[in-house]
T-cell receptor, first 112, second 112 residues
């Protein structure tokens, strides 16, 4: 079982560039999440989705966009990258809020 | 709005000593509560969860937590720390809508 797969694992972006962080899960989960993790700040929710075609903002959505056209995929788009977006990004999925969320291995993004 | 407060960003214990990591939550409706662990350069994995029923829940690696509604707490304990328990621990809360919110985390160090 692949679980939750994130690509790429590492990326360096220049200020103003754009990129898409990919996230795919093979567990047929309806709920998917994007978080960013900064030292000492825990995980902050960027966007989440409760099913294909449904997305909603989390705590820190500014500068990001998401789409959920299929159950499996939940890409996160960064437009006009800024140094403040330097972080580790985690994607997660779960079958329901009562059950375990499965996390990807993370994408370490540096904006210079 | 939901929130999670973890008291103590860093806890240090000796091997064999009691581990106590504190978590308080804020939620206007009965919450689902989770503890996750993160080892260096990895994603998060579930230690234990509370949804309904028994308020004392047991998890993996000898950890347990007790849901106390009157104190809005969900503290994590382990009777005897092992070196392998050194990691960062996150408390999380969610409701039926599925937006999973994390605390800032507590780094556990275990001294030989």
């Amino acid at each position: 079982n692949a679980g939750v797969t994130q690509t790429p694992k590492f990326r360096i972006l220049k200020i103003g560039q754009s990129m898409t962080l990919q996230c795919a899960q093979d567990m047929n989960h309806n709920y998917m999440y994007w978080y960013r993790q900064d030292p000492g700040m825990g995980l902050k929710l960027i966007y989440y989705s409760v099913g294909a075609g449904i997305t909603d903002k989390g705590e820190v959505p500014n500068g990001y966009n998401v789409s959920r056209s299929t159950t499996e995929d939940f890409p996160l788009r960064l437009e006009l990258a800024a140094p403040s977006q330097t972080s580790v990004y985690f994607c997660a999925s779960t079958g329901s809020p009562r059950t375990e969320a499965f996390f990807g291995q993370g994408t370490r993004l540096t904006v210079v | 709005a939901q929130s999670v407060t973890q008291l103590g960003s860093h806890v240090s214990v000796s091997e064999g000593a009691l581990v106590l990591l504190r978590c308080n939550y804020s939620s206007s409706v009965p919450p689902y509560l989770f503890w996750y662990v993160q080892y260096p350069n990895q994603g998060l994995q579930l230690l234990l969860k509370y949804t309904t029923g028994a308020t004392l829940v047991k998890g993996i690696n000898g950890f347990e937590a007790e849901f106390k509604k009157s104190e809005t707490s969900f503290h994590l304990t382990k009777p005897s720390a092992h070196m392998s328990d050194a990691a960062e621990y996150f408390c999380a809360v969610t409701r039926s809508q599925g937006n999973l919110i994390f605390g800032k985390g507590t780094k556990l160090s275990v001294k030989p």
